[in-house]
């Protein structure tokens, strides 16, 4: 049976950073994830885990052989380096536990679904898990649409709250760029005709839960690189701590291999190996949080990159529905009459211009006219005759495209009227002739009103070197007035499918990465050369194909806040692979001194934290390394703040803040931890 509709709607549960079930699970995975097998793609971290492994031996041998208690240094030492390594992978588990929440709020909204499918003998019932490519369904009022696919029949409103989280219904029909549908939501209104698009296991819901599960989430080509170099660099620190024990039997001070392995840990970059997957998981997350969906992770990535952003002029940048703001009357014609003509023109045109139009005019003290005043015969608007209008008894009056009123008018547009028009065009406004017959009224002119706060959001993305272009459909005068207007870097007028997918190619050739918003069929070839490329959840399936992120809330203007979530991710990388390389620092400091202060007593000058003992030391040192990456895992989770601004400011605040904080913060660590195990008597013996 269909579930009820109620059972579906309501927005998505998000859990808490702390959520008690939440932590549960990812300390169970956290302890699974301790398989080198699962542990190799952590290079860091392994051998963190294999260095800890040999100092359990140790421990456990010089226990056995009885010269030693069970939490020795040796021991101490050992249960750090494993806390280590479980912390890390209680960070991932932690990404990857909210990324699974999610999926499972998801599959909680799947039933199996009864499809009303067309076949050669009527409608017959079959389960909506059998329907394969090109089926026909028929779905009705209450009823859950069983798969994805286009509407080839009819038009009906749709609660698509179990893929969008919101309530609000929306509205899909036959043709046009709102034809596609999703499987899991439900018809709320009237019935359509459904056409199959997609096979078992391969719906949008299907495809939703999968990729939001972190376990297929594919490493970016950038996180690769950092990992690498993070291996890198572990290899040759352990070269380094290698060289130091024939050194160390060379000067004289022997050291064991539990100190070698504690300079060895320290040395390399312990934190951010704990944090990298957990960062690069939590921004698929925070996307997801945006109701976006990444189609692959180098998306995530390239949103951060990206520098130029091409954005269509309506619905984006402008409100979409233009409006009535200003009477131009013709010579002769006072703005009164001509108020009076343009909302008797206007009284049966329910478009947002029109009703605009018949606000306006009670501006100029004219009550709304009821239709019951006199004898009207409305004429609606047609692609033909591009006007409309009103005949009120012997009255007949048009309103629309300038050409075709004064044409149907008879009368000239004086010189007066056409720089009035041609001004209205060059300001970017739309001009609607008003006419009755054999004379010229006026004109009203429209605009797009462009959305409050848009201007700032688009100054602060060319602070953030993030060149603008708006597309539109529109001539390239008028395309220039509003581009000047709205405050965007560039335009391109007229725009056809080939020329926007020429424009993309063009930049993209040029070096840039280039994000791009569609809907449309008409979008897909531009969307499929873009690098980051966001088709709206309402549009067509051939957009949401050709896109590599589509938005569930299908708002054009979303693409400005995908750019500022994948320059976050970025940023929170940088800040934390800065602060982990620098706190590294305060180690040296700690556990260098104390390996050979007994054969070079002139070391205890870099003592500078006056640490108790060398065992003390260490072993802080080695608790800090441990204890800092649980105390960073909300900063990797929800990400740095990021303020749009040049990319030498983001580097100079990084280094102000987790550079000089990440070197601040170990000295003071690792002194508080010295008190404390000093106090404890935590130390008993090398």
Not at 219 to 226: H, M, S, V
Not at 429 to 455: C, F, H, N, W, Y
Not at 672 to 682: A, E, F
């Amino acid at each position: 049976m269909n579930a009820p509709p109620r059972q579906l709607a309501g927005r998505r549960r998000k859990p808490g950073l702390w959520d008690g079930d939440l932590v549960r699970k990812a300390l169970g995975m956290a302890f699974v994830k301790l398989n080198p097998a699962t542990l190799v793609h952590n290079p860091v971290m392994l051998v963190v885990e294999v260095c800890a492994f040999f100092t359990t031996i140790d421990a456990f041998r010089y226990l056995a052989a009885g010269t030693m208690p069970l939490f020795s240094f040796t021991g101490q030492i050992s249960i750090w380096l494993w806390l280590t390594v479980v912390f890390a992978t209680f960070a991932e588990s932690m990404a990857e536990g909210r990324g699974q929440a999610q999926a499972d709020e998801l599959r909680r909204t799947r039933t199996e679904t009864v499809a009303h499918k067309e076949s050669p003998s009527g409608i017959v019932d079959v389960a909506a898990s059998t329907l394969v490519r090109g089926d026909i369904v028929v779905v009705s009022a209450g009823e859950i649409i069983p798969s994805d696919g286009e509407v080839i029949e009819g038009i009906a409103s749709v609660d698509e709250s179990a893929i969008t989280g919101e309530s609000a219904p929306v509205i899909r029909e036959s043709g046009g760029d709102r034809s596609a549908v999703t499987g899991g939501t439900v018809v709320l209104s009237d019935s359509v005709r459904i056409e199959v698009t997609s096979g078992r296991g391969e719906s949008f819901l299907d495809r939703m839960i999968a990729l939001i599960e972190a376990g297929v989430r594919q490493k970016t080509p950038n996180e690769i690189a950092l990992a690498l170099l993070l291996a890198g660099l572990s290899l040759i620190f352990l070269f380094v701590v290698v060289t130091l024990a024939p050194f160390s039997v060379y000067s004289r001070a022997p050291v064991s291999v539990t100190i070698l392995i504690a300079l060895l840990v320290a040395m390399i970059p312990t934190t951010i190996g704990g944090l990298l997957s957990a960062i690069g998981i939590s921004g698929m997350n925070r996307l997801l949080a945006h109701n976006v969906l990444a189609l692959s992770g180098r998306a995530v990535e390239a949103a951060g990159d990206v520098n130029v952003v091409m954005l269509d002029k309506t619905g984006t940048l402008t409100l979409g529905a233009r409006q009535a703001t200003a009477f131009v009357p013709a010579r002769g014609v006072t703005e009164q009459q001509l108020a009076e003509a343009a909302q008797l023109s206007s009284l049966a045109d329910e478009t947002p211009e029109g009703r605009s139009v018949v606000i306006l005019a009670k501006r100029f003290g004219l009550r709304e006219v009821s239709m019951k005043d006199g004898e009207f015969e409305f004429v609606g608007f047609s692609a033909q005759t591009r006007m409309s209008g009103v005949n009120v008894g012997t009255r007949q009056i048009r309103k629309g495209a300038v050409t075709e009123v004064a044409q149907w008018s008879g009368a000239d547009v004086d010189d007066a009227m056409r720089a009035a028009i041609d001004g209205i065009s060059r300001a970017g406004g739309t001009p609607l002739l008003v006419a009755e017959q054999g004379r010229i009224m006026g004109v009203i002119q429209l605009q797009d009103i462009i959305k409050e706060g848009m201007k700032e959001r688009l100054s602060s993305l060319r602070e953030a070197g993030i060149k603008t272009v708006m597309i539109t459909g529109d001539n390239p005068v008028t395309a220039r007035a509003i581009a000047e207007e709205v405050g965007v870097d560039d335009f391109l007028a007229e725009a056809t499918p080939e020329r926007k997918m020429e424009y993309v190619k063009s930049v993209r050739a040029e070096g840039y990465m280039v994000g791009m918003v569609g809907d449309g069929t008409n979008d897909a070839p531009a969307l499929a050369h873009a690098d980051v490329a966001v088709a709206m959840n309402t549009g067509t399936m051939a957009a949401r194909e050709a896109g590599n992120m589509i938005d569930l809330d299908s708002n054009p203007a979303k693409l400005i806040e995908i750019v500022e979530v994948g320059k976050q991710i970025l940023i929170t990388r940088g800040a934390l692979t800065t602060f982990s390389i620098v706190n590294d620092v305060a180690k040296y400091f700690a556990i260098i001194p104390a390996m050979f202060v007994v054969a070079f007593p002139g070391l205890k000058v870099l003592n500078i934290m006056h640490l108790t003992s060398p065992e003390t030391a260490i072993l802080s040192a080695i608790i800090f390394n441990a204890l800092i990456i649980p105390a960073l895992i909300p900063l990797a989770l929800r990400g740095v703040n990021y303020h749009a601004t040049s990319a030498s400011a983001i580097l100079r605040r990084n280094l102000f803040v987790y550079g000089l904080g990440g070197l601040i913060v170990p000295f003071i660590g690792i002194k508080l931890i010295d008190i404390v195990v000093t106090n404890l008597h935590l130390v008993s013996t090398l």
